[in-house]
Nanobody, 125 residues
C-alpha cells in the first residue's frame, strides 16, 4: 500500500503563492508517478500536474497550471510538491496527492491513479 499525506494548504489572497507538500510512503513500484488533483465545491475532481519518480524529469500539466504551477520531487523522491503562484479565486478547492503504479504518461485522468491522500484545502479570496 501507498500512504500519501498532504500539507501546506491554507487561505491566501488572489495573486499570492502557496506550496503544497505530499509525503509518500510504501513500495516505490506502487508510486511510479505522483500527481496533484483538485476538486472545487460541487465540481468533478480535476488533474493539475503529474511527475515521474522512476523515469527521469518527466512531468506534465493541465493548461491552467502550465504557467503558474510547478510540480517537483524531494526527499529522495518520497515527497512531491506543488508550488502555486499568481493564485486566482477559481483555484479554490481541496487539493489531493495521488500515486500511480502504472504509466499514466501525459494523462491526468483520475482513473489511472491507485492511491489518494486525504486532501488539503486551498482557499483564494
Amino acid at each position: 500500500d501507498v500512504q500519501l499525506v498532504e500539507s501546506g494548504g491554507g487561505s491566501v489572497q488572489a495573486g499570492g503563492t502557496l506550496r503544497l507538500s505530499c509525503a509518500a510512503s510504501g513500495y516505490s513500484t506502487n508510486r511510479k508517478y505522483l500527481a496533484w488533483f483538485r476538486q472545487g465545491a460541487g465540481k468533478a475532481r480535476q488533474g493539475v500536474a503529474a511527475i515521474s519518480t522512476h523515469y527521469g524529469p518527466e512531468s506534465w500539466y493541465r493548461d491552467f497550471a502550465e504557467d503558474r504551477f510547478t510540480i517537483s520531487l524531494g526527499n529522495g523522491r518520497s515527497a512531491v510538491y506543488l508550488e502555486m503562484t499568481s493564485l486566482k479565486p477559481e483555484d479554490t478547492g481541496v487539493y489531493f496527492c495521488a500515486a500511480s503504479s502504472r504509466h499514466p504518461i501525459g494523462t491526468l485522468n483520475p482513473s489511472w491513479y491507485d492511491s489518494w491522500g486525504q486532501g488539503t484545502q486551498v482557499t483564494v479570496s
